[in-house]
């Protein structure tokens, strides 16, 4: 196998030839690329060919599900990864179109080791790339990445028989029949289902229906152009519209997903976006009901309720904090034994006995409303008012260019690290800790905090704050943050702030 070059001219005879592939596509756990600006097909095929050596590198048995979201040029670039696949040996069983929680479900429901997830995931139009795994529930973490990136841009490919091709029908209303099992509502709800015209549409409203729920549609017709916003829960515009949704329609809430249905939003009955660690919390609560003693996972961008709040201390709880990324979370609630983990993205990992711990946008909506059935006389807005009250930023995002962030990211933790040590304060409160696990985590005395981390998949630096004590507090953290952040030149502007 040629080595793919990092740049190729389009409109070439090259072009339509020759591998290529820009090397800051293989991120920490996703791959990801701009589409065909960072990647051809031919380079394509060279990472299905790399992913394909790298199973049997591994001794995987030589078998994998492939699957795709609803973009108009995701089955092409399906298409070519497992022309590669097929070419390293392996057989490959395409699911067709496809939510990535699918794709996870199918190696169980189809009994295959390996996974290749074709999506963009929650980026706009114009970005694809492969999440994948050999071990179920989880996806490559920056190891196997990392092993992957080497045998792919080193030409390491190895050609060998044995490949093969099946299309598998079905896979879709087996994970919609796994989904609803044999639950059914008992309490009437009226939910907006928000879908951004993404891959979630062709199976969202369906749930429901299942459920006995009553939906009340937005943005539920497939059209990978995405006429309204890109399906992203986490960004304000498509929180905004499900709000308005709630609010015209009288729903007892909103539930929206990514553009791979990986990830739930949530906007309680008055209107009120609920960001997904607090989403968490009101779940941890429910479930520590009933799994007494549960150890649950959050990401370091989470609320530090999950370690403070009486409820779960109550029931026994252990918090853990860990690094942000699908799949760590996924490794970590593995690796522990806990129930769940949490990320403020919207990714829920529900392990045994609630789902099989990976990340799916779909369980969570079924698990919310079962919540809602255990919980009859609450609103979802009572459920929000009874938590801790906290003031908290959405996750913000300034560019820093994927050449520059983690440079640019050592340098700002040494200097948060340096702030504790010489005993500043940051929003007028004492540094009580400087947790690095993933960035830097400044908590402060009265467990309020700001987070600054380096984005996996997108050319950006990640900013979250929080404060147990005002609106005016949380901004007086963030200025502190952004203060540090702005020492650094090769840091640009926010995609959104307070």
């Known amino acids: 196998m040629t080595k793919p070059a990092a740049t190729v001219t389009p409109n070439t005879w090259e072009f339509l030839r020759d591998p290529m592939i820009t090397p800051t596509g293989f991120r920490e756990y996703d791959a990801r690329w701009k589409y065909p600006d960072e990647i051809n097909l031919p380079g394509m095929t060279a990472l299905g060919l790399g992913l394909g050596t790298q199973m049997h590198a591994r001794g995987i048995k030589p078998v994998i599900a492939v699957g795709n979201d609803y973009r108009d040029y995701s089955l092409a670039i399906k298409n070519a990864l497992i022309i590669g696949l097929m070419q390293a040996g392996i057989q490959v069983k395409d699911i067709g179109p496809a939510l990535s929680p699918m794709a996870y479900f199918s190696q169980f429901h189809l009994d295959v080791p390996a996974v290749a997830m074709v999506t963009a ?57 796994d989904l609803v099992g044999d639950f059914k509502m008992t309490r009437k709800l009226k939910v907006v289902c928000a879908t951004g015209n993404g891959t979630a549409a062709a199976f969202a409203p369906e749930l429901f229906e299942r459920l006995g729920v009553e939906v009340v549609e937005s943005h539920n017709t497939l059209d990978y152009t995405f006429p309204h916003y890109n399906p992203n829960p986490e960004a304000m515009e498509m929180l905004h519209d499900m709000s308005d949704s709630v609010k015209a329609s009288g729903a007892d809430f909103a539930l929206g997903f990514d553009g791979d249905g990986d990830r739930c939003g949530v906007v309680d009955d008055e209107g009120e976006e609920i960001f997904a660690d607090k989403v968490g919390v009101i779940m941890a609560r429910d479930l520590a009901k009933i799994y007494p003693n549960a150890t649950f996972v959050a990401d370091v961008k989470s609320t530090g309720l999950f370690a403070s709040d009486p409820e779960l201390k109550k029931h026994g709880v252990t918090a853990d904090y860990w690094k942000t990324g699908h799949s760590h979370m996924k490794r970590r609630v593995k690796e522990i034994g806990a129930l769940a983990g949490f990320e403020k993205s919207g990714h829920y990992f529900l392990a045994e006995p609630i789902g099989r711990g990976y990340d799916c946008g779909m369980r969570v909506a079924v698990e919310i409303c079962k919540l809602m059935d255990r919980n009859p006389d609450m609103k979802m807005s009572d459920l929000r008012k009874a938590l801790p009250k906290t003031w908290s930023t959405p996750t913000m ?30 929003g007028g409160r004492a540094i009580k800790d400087v947790v690095t696990v993933n960035g830097a985590r400044v908590i402060l005395e009265n467990g309020g905090w700001g987070l600054v981390r380096a984005s996996s998949n997108t050319p950006n630096l990640v900013v979250v704050c929080e404060s147990p004590e005002s609106e005016a507090e949380l901004r007086a953290i963030f200025a502190d943050i952004d203060a540090v952040i702005r020492t ?10 307070i």
């Open 397 to 426: 995002s300034p560019y820093a260019a994927d050449t520059e962030k983690y440079d640019i990211l050592e340098r700002l933790v040494e200097t948060l690290v340096a702030k504790h040590e010489a005993g500043e304060m940051i």
């Open 488 to 497: 650094e030149p090769g840091v640009g502007d926010y995609d959104q702030t």
């Open 121 to 177: 995931s929650h980026n706009p139009n114009g970005w694809t790339g492969v999440k994948m795994g050999f071990e179920r529930p989880l996806t490559h973490g920056p190891d196997e990445m990392s092993e992957l990136r080497d045998i792919v841009l080193q030409g390491r490919g190895q050609p060998r028989p044995g490949g093969g091709y099946e299309f598998v029908d079905g896979v879709r209303e087996a994970y919609l029949d």
